[in-house]
Structures are given as C-alpha cells and as structure tokens.
C-alpha cells in the first residue's frame, strides 16, 4: 500500500532559526515528490518538485533533497520567519498508472517571534 | 491569469440539508480534483473530473455525494442530506493534464460546517 509518513507532526521554532522537516514513503514504482505548504484557511501551494533524478533543490529559503535509495525526502528552511507557519505536506506520484498523488498528513510548524 | 476559484468559502448547513461546492479550474485546465480534509487530517481524494465525465469516483461516498463537471460552468460538487460528519474542508485542484508530471494547482477551499 502507498504510504507517506511526515515527521515530526508539530514542530514550534523562535524565529531566525532552522528547521527540517522529515518525510519517508512506500510509493512504488516512484516518480516524483512535491512539498507543499499550507496556510491556515488557504489551499496548498506548491514549494519544490523533485525527479528520482534529482538530489536536492531550493526555493528561497527552502531546501528539498531526496534519496530514492531509502525513499526519504526532507525539507529545510533556513533563516525561518513568521510567514513560514504553516502545514508542510509531502506528496508523492506512482509513474505510470495512478494519476492521484498519496499526501502525507502534514508538519504544523509554529515560528514564534 | 486567476488562480483556481472556489465558492463560497464558507458554508453552514444544518443536518439535512443539501451542499453545494462549486470550483473553477484555471483558464486552460479541464482536469479537475476533489479533496476533503477533517481536521489535524491529510488531504483525502475525492473524485477526478474531466469536462463532462468523471473519471475516477473512488474516493467519493457511495450515497448522498456526487460531483460534476459540465461543459460550461463549474465543477460542483454536492452533498445531499448532509450529516455532522461531513463538516470538513472541501479543496478542488485543476490541472492542465492527466498523469504524474501535471501539477496540481489547489483552490482556497470551501470550509462546510453542519449544524
């Protein structure tokens, strides 16, 4: 069964400060991951997009990498700000096949001033 | 070029009643995506649309649900005789294609509360 688990599920940080945040899947046969980040009342918006190819990549102050060998995905976001609270969801695509993504339940993170 | 829309953003109904969520792709989408997220949830799928056919229903209860995309218009979905449960947020998301590499771009949500 398809499955993306996210760590940790809350995560409260001082501002100024980094973070990771953790995300591990069973999807198979694998094709892509997206990071999203969800503020509160609002829909998902999307954060990075990586390929099995792909090790790492930045958005910003945000950086997905990916091992595809362990099918681990983290998210680091540097220098964090207010703004940056928010739900952090990893979502993950089957290659061929299913066209409807399995979504972790999401990391709250709280950055307090 | 707008986002995708979603309408109302906030909707109350009490035990009975009928819901009606409506989603507006982005210009040039014709792929539409229901989600439904409870709290402290993840988001769960729902029904896949294409303009007047639905392609996948799988995630969607077998009673008092049902979505639609017609050929003008929205997508709309509908919950007939809606019960405590189904208090949760509604997000669509459209896309320019079917299949993996098509990202999904997600509306604001229609947040249903019954009373």
């Known amino acids: 069964k398809n499955q993306v688990e996210q760590s940790p599920q809350s995560l409260i940080i001082l501002e100024g400060k980094n973070c990771t945040l953790q995300?591990?899947?069973?999807?198979?046969?694998?094709?892509?991951l997206r990071w999203y980040k969800q503020d509160t009342g609002r829909g998902p918006v999307s954060l990075t997009i990586m390929t099995f190819s792909e090790n790492t990549k930045s958005n910003g102050r945000y950086t997905a990498t990916l091992d595809a060998d362990t099918k681990q995905s983290s998210l680091h976001i540097t220098a964090s700000q207010l703004s940056d609270s928010a739900s952090y969801i990893c979502v993950v695509s089957v290659l061929g096949g299913s066209y409807i993504p399995t979504f972790g339940r999401g990391t709250s993170l709280i950055v307090h001033p | 070029n707008a986002g995708v829309m979603q309408n109302p953003r906030h909707l109350v109904r009490r035990r009975g009643q009928e819901a009606r969520l409506r989603c507006s792709p982005m210009k040039g989408h014709s792929h539409v995506y229901w989600y439904r997220q409870l709290p402290e949830e993840g988001l769960k799928f729902m029904v896949y649309?294409?303009?007047?056919?639905?392609?996948?229903e799988s995630g969607m209860p077998k009673e008092r649900f049902s979505a639609e995309f017609p050929k003008e218009g929205p997508s709309i979905l509908r919950i007939q005789q809606v019960v405590r449960g189904d208090s949760a947020a509604y997000f669509c998301?459209?896309?320019?294609?079917?299949?993996?590499?098509?990202?999904?771009?997600f509306g604001p949500g229609t947040r249903l509360t019954v009373t």
């Open positions: 649309l294409q303009k007047e056919n639905i392609i996948d």
């Open positions: 998301a459209s896309s320019l294609g079917q299949g993996q590499t098509y990202e999904q771009y």
């Open positions: 995300c591990n899947y069973t999807v198979s046969p694998f094709s892509n």
